[in-house]
Structure formats: structure tokens, C-alpha cells
């Protein structure tokens, strides 16, 4: 039987950077110019996010821990049905961004809470919230314990400590930096070097074999 595999010095300062960056972003941004006052600076970031950043936000904000770990898996054992999903998602936000944007943009409106308050009452406000508070803490637990799982596989720390340090560094950059589309960029740059460095790793002829 093979023994358990650690992290060495390089490995443990390459996470450890990769959460340190995201942290000095949140601080950077909410100790520098004071551009977070208002609900619409911390929120939408003033409105004067560029295209590209904002695509590059959305396209990390699909690809998750549970989405890496799981799609493979689930493509390996049912087939290409899961390909359904991206089309199906691709109308879904063309209809979306013909048909309820220019509403939701003439409103005024920072999130679709507001919209929901205007239109239907401030008691659909509350059960909206309230129901995609509930989706959120189910779907985050799902989302985080993937890169937990892997970390604890090769380190000493229990998962209960590394759900706490992982979840506390996320809060911690979320909850003070605004401009998410800088932090998403960071994070879609990190991925794309992620993947490249596994296929320089292992081969591109053994991705398939290690796959299985």
C-alpha cells in the first residue's frame, strides 16, 4: 500500500499565496479612495466595470469546486447529456438579457430584491430572499467542501479546520472588497494557469489514463 502523499514547502506557498491575494484585493480596494459608500459603489461597483472583467466574473462564478470534480464523473458514466445544460443556459440568458435587463435597468434598481418589493410587495421580497438564502447555504457547503476534501487528503489539518480557514478567507475578501470583477479576473487567470500546469504535468496523451 502506498503512503499518504504530503505537501511540500513549495506546494503549501503556493495555496497559501493564492488566499493571501484575494485578501490584499478586498483590503486594497476598501481602504483606497473610500469608493464604497454607497449600496451602488459596493454592490455594482459604481456601474463603471468594463466588459471584459465582467464576462471573465460570470464565467468563474459557473465554474466551481463541485463542477471540476463532478462533471468529468458525470460525463464519464452518462454520456454528453450534460451538454444540454450549456444550451439550454445559453437561452435562458439571451431571453434574460432581451427581455427583463431593459425592465430591471429603467428601474433603477441594485438586485432583483428591489425590483420584487416595487412590483409584488415587500412580503415576496422577504420569501424570495429567504428562499435563495436557503439555496445559497446548500449550495456553498456543496461548493466548499471539494477543495476541503482534496486539501485534507494531503495535509494533516482536519476537515473541520480547513472548512473554518477556507470559508473565513472567502468571507473575509467578499465582504470588504466591491469590484468582484477584479477579484474574478484574479481567479480566472489562476484557473487557466491551473490547467495548463496539470497538462504540462501529466502529458496530454495521459490525461485521458489518469482520468479513469
Known amino acids: ?5 504530503h505537501l ?7 495555496i497559501g499565496v493564492s488566499l493571501i491575494i484575494p485578501a490584499l484585493i478586498g483590503l486594497k480596494f476598501r481602504f483606497s479612495g473610500g469608493r464604497q459608500r454607497t449600496t451602488n459603489e ?3 461597483a459604481g456601474k463603471d466595470a468594463s466588459m471584459f472583467p465582467v464576462i471573465m466574473s460570470l464565467s468563474v462564478t459557473i465554474l466551481s469546486a463541485s463542477a471540476m470534480l463532478g462533471l468529468p464523473s458525470e460525463i464519464y458514466k452518462f454520456g454528453c447529456q450534460f451538454l444540454l445544460v450549456g444550451f439550454s ?20 434598481v441594485s438586485s432583483i430584491y428591489e425590483y420584487l418589493e416595487m412590483r409584488f410587495g415587500k412580503y415576496t421580497k422577504y420569501t424570495v ?13 456543496s461548493v ?7 486539501l485534507t487528503a494531503v495535509t494533516d489539518f482536519s476537515i473541520e479546520m480547513m472548512i473554518i480557514s477556507s470559508g473565513a478567507v472567502c468571507t473575509f475578501y467578499c465582504f470588504l472588497v466591491s469590484r468582484c470583477d477584479v477579484i474574478s479576473c484574479y481567479k480566472k487567470v489562476k484557473k ?3 490547467f495548463f500546469a496539470i497538462i504540462i504535468q501529466l502529458g496530454s496523451q495521459n490525461l485521458y489514463m489518469y482520468s479513469l
Open 1 to 5: 500500500m502506498s503512503s499518504k502523499q
Open 42 to 44: 459596493y454592490f455594482l
Open 192 to 194: 487557466l494557469f491551473l
Open 89 to 108: 443556459t445559453g437561452i435562458g440568458m439571451l431571453l434574460s438579457s432581451r427581455i427583463f435587463l431593459p425592465v430591471y435597468f429603467e428601474c433603477k
Open 144 to 150: 466548499l467542501l471539494g477543495p476541503v476534501l482534496a
Open 129 to 141: 430572499s429567504g428562499m435563495f438564502i436557503i439555496q445559497m447555504v446548500l449550495y456553498t457547503s
Open 8 to 14: 511540500g514547502f513549495a506546494d503549501t506557498a503556493v
